[in-house]
């Protein structure tokens, strides 16, 4: 009898990926805490005798935020979007890399065509992460000796020697019946680890995990939860689905239940469509609408320019143009505008962004300044590219940060506050000369990775 047809899904996640690239240049690091995230400055010197003397976290000083670290790094507390002064408290005898985006591009595009070389279903997530769908590649339905799921399990660990052998870098899987069990299991054995799951295992492998390990529970949901006595997934699962309804609205109540008992229909979807690109930079120090006049000027003009180089190179237009500024107490606001048809040329988004800019209060210091551009269109006017409401009102957050919990950037959200050329950019300011434009980091944001319906 021909057994039914399981449909089999993969998220596979490169481990600690700018770090592990980097480690590729510099293999006498290996096993030693190492952060990534500083400027050009912090470029390893190559000494006489043929050695490199590296930075230390110690001597760092500034405002740059870990980008990631190795596990021995992260063994000592330091993590993903940490400021490095705090990191360098934790770790002092780390190592610190200043971040290359165009290598870890390279690497990110050349462990994508090696898995391509096994199935052509894949879902770009981001820089370093992507879902597969193995349900037909040949043998993935098949037992294998005494286990049943022996095809599958064999197709993904042949998934890992692939991208091993294209790249020399190590990755995790989850391999699981959906989307959202895999993201989860992908977590779970990491790094270099491979989670093959069914539902049967979800109440002994995913409800005892926390909440928030669900890909749209974020920050917000998962208070709400903690303060209905919800902590596990298992716990979320206990509710009834009304419950959750009456507390959370319809879609997202109804989809958190769904969530909990790991249903999830969701296809690979094989093809993306940006629906915003956005440019953002955080100074080296505060600066101020009216002090600092010049400058920002120069600096949103610029970042005005660079979103505009982005949609060119990528063949896009926008129409809806924001901002986004974060102030010295941490308050973020954005603001933005729809124009009529869609633009991709520096002066209209400058015009568009400068109307927005004159709905907020400047009073406050400024610490970031971004431009955001929305409701791509291909071409100019051509199709509408996917355009969900995160293009839309609010949507910023969504851009730079995904959905709360995931982060597809191309390149991180916040560019590294000492981002090769900043540094001097800052100095410039200082002096009060026309400030050369901070090198900010490209976003190119997609719909949110879940079908999780904003709280
Ligand atoms: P992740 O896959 O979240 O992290 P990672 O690959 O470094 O580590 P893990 O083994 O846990 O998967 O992110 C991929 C890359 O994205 C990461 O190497 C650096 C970058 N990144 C940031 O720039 N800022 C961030 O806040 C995070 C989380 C990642
Ligand atoms: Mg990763
Ligand atoms: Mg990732």
Not at 27 to 53: F, M, S, Y
Not at 123 to 138: H, T
Request: glycine share 10%; net charge positive.
């Amino acid at each position: 009898m021909q057994p039914e047809r399981r449909r089999w899904i993969a998220h596979l996640d490169m481990d600690a990926f700018y770090a592990s690239v980097e480690l590729l240049r510099y293999p006498e690091l290996a096993g030693q805490p190492v952060v990534i995230g500083a400027g050009r400055r912090h470029q390893p010197v190559l000494l006489p005798d043929g050695t490199r003397r590296f930075a230390r976290l110690r001597d760092y000083t500034g405002r740059g935020v870990a980008t990631t670290a190795t596990y021995a790094a992260r063994d000592l507390g330091v993590h993903s979007a940490m400021g490095l002064m705090k990191a360098a408290q934790r770790a002092p005898d780390a190592i610190l890399l200043p971040v290359d985006f165009d290598e870890y591009r390279r690497y990110s595009r050349r462990f994508k065509a090696a898995v391509a070389e096994v199935t052509p279903l894949i879902e770009d997530r981001g820089i370093d992460e992507i879902y597969l769908d193995l349900s037909d590649v040949p043998g993935a339905q098949e037992p294998l000796g005494h286990d049943p799921l022996g095809g599958v399990r064999a197709v993904a660990q042949e998934l890992r020697n692939t991208v091993r052998r294209a790249t020399g870098l190590s990755c995790s899987i989850g391999v699981t019946p959906n989307k959202l069990l895999s993201k989860i299991a992908s977590e779970l054995d990491k790094p270099d680890g491979l989670t093959v799951l069914t539902l049967a295992d979800l109440p002994t492998r995913i409800w005892p995990l926390p909440v928030r390990r669900i890909n749209g529970i974020g920050p917000k949901a998962g208070a709400k939860l903690a303060a209905l006595g919800v902590r596990t997934i298992g716990e979320l699962a206990a509710q009834p689905r009304a419950t959750l309804i009456e507390h959370f609205g319809r879609a997202y109540g109804g989809w958190l239940h769904d969530a909990a008992h790991g249903r999830d229909d969701r296809p690979v979807v094989t093809h993306s469509e940006p629906v915003s690109m956005s440019r953002e930079t955080t100074f080296e120090r505060d600066l101020h609408a009216r002090a600092d006049r010049a400058a920002l000027g120069a600096i949103f003009t610029r970042l005005c320019e660079q979103v505009a180089a982005d949609l060119q190179r990528r063949g896009y237009a926008g129409r809806t143009i924001g901002i986004k500024l974060r102030f010295d107490d941490f308050r973020t606001v954005t603001r933005d505008h729809t124009l009529p048809a869609p633009v991709a040329d520096a002066k209209s988004i400058r015009r568009a962004a400068g109307q927005c800019l004159k709905r907020v209060d400047l009073s406050r210091r400024l610490r970031l300044l971004g431009v955001r551009v929305g409701a791509l269109a291909r071409g100019g006017s051509a199709a509408p590219a996917l355009a969900p409401a995160s293009t839309h009102a609010g949507g910023w957050r969504a851009a730079a940060a995904g959905t709360s919990d995931e982060l597809p950037f191309d390149a991180p959200a916040d560019a590294p506050t000492d981002a090769p050329g900043q540094r001097r950019d800052a100095l410039g300011l200082r002096g009060g000369t026309q400030a050369q434009a901070p090198q900010a980091a490209p976003v190119a944001a997609r719909a949110p990775d879940t079908q999780a319906p904003s709280a």
